[in-house]
Structures are given as structure tokens and as C-alpha cells.
């Protein structure tokens, strides 16, 4: 059974920066692109940043670009959301999610084949 395992989250102050974590338990991690999404309470879920196969190709919301940052490790089948110059407005439950190659644009939550629990983060002003 796949699972995904998210941690790292936490309560911070903004300016903090913060890193989650995604365990994988993935028997071909590098066939799927890696994603984390959010969402904070009374919004709709929303994509944060993905990484495709290679490690190399990475996407950002506009909100969270140049300030977060996905990496992955394939010898460790775990991805990772480097946060830095959290603002409030970050705040929310973050998800890991895993998308099967060629299952179509990593900005779209419903290509997604797995999802993690999700970990909270917050940042106080």
C-alpha cells in the first residue's frame, strides 16, 4: 500500500523559514512527479510547487516563488518544501502528492495519484 508521509510542520513566526518533509513509500519514485499543496482554512486547495521525475524541472505558485523550494531524493524516496520568508497568509495544512508520469499538468490536483495526511503549518505575524 502506498503511503505518503508528511513532516516538519509547526507554528513560527513570520520572516521563519520551516522544511517539510514527504516519505514515500513508492516502488518507482522517479515515475511520478512530486507535489505539495495547501490549504488553509475556508479556501479551497491550491498548488504550491511540483517536481517532475528528472529532479530538475521544478513549478511554483507565484505566491510561494522565490521563497519555497521542492527537491527531491530518489536514494531516500522523499521530497522536500524548503520555506523560507514564511508570511501568515502561508499558513495551512500542507499536502505531499504523487502524480504517475504522463498523468497530465502537475498544477492540477486531480492528476494526482496519492496524497499524504497533511501537516499543519502556521505562521504568526
Known amino acids: 500500500q502506498v503511503q505518503l508521509v508528511e513532516s516538519g510542520g509547526g507554528l513560527v513566526q513570520a520572516g521563519d523559514s520551516l522544511r517539510l518533509s514527504c516519505s514515500a513509500s513508492?516502488?518507482?519514485?522517479?515515475?511520478?512527479?512530486m507535489g505539495w499543496f495547501r490549504r488553509a482554512p475556508g479556501n479551497e486547495r491550491e498548488f504550491v510547487a511540483a517536481?517532475?521525475?528528472?529532479?530538475?524541472?521544478?513549478y511554483y505558485a507565484d505566491s510561494v516563488k522565490g521563497r519555497f523550494t521542492i527537491s527531491r531524493d530518489h536514494a531516500q524516496n522523499t521530497v522536500y518544501l524548503e520555506m523560507n520568508s514564511l508570511k501568515p497568509e502561508d499558513t495551512a495544512v500542507y499536502y505531499c502528492a504523487a502524480c504517475l508520469r504522463n498523468s497530465g499538468s502537475v498544477y492540477y490536483a486531480g492528476n494526482y495519484n496519492y496524497w499524504g495526511q497533511g501537516t499543519q503549518v502556521t505562521v504568526s505575524s
Open positions: 513508492l516502488r518507482t519514485f522517479d515515475s511520478y512527479a
Open positions: 517536481i517532475l521525475y528528472n529532479g530538475v524541472s521544478t
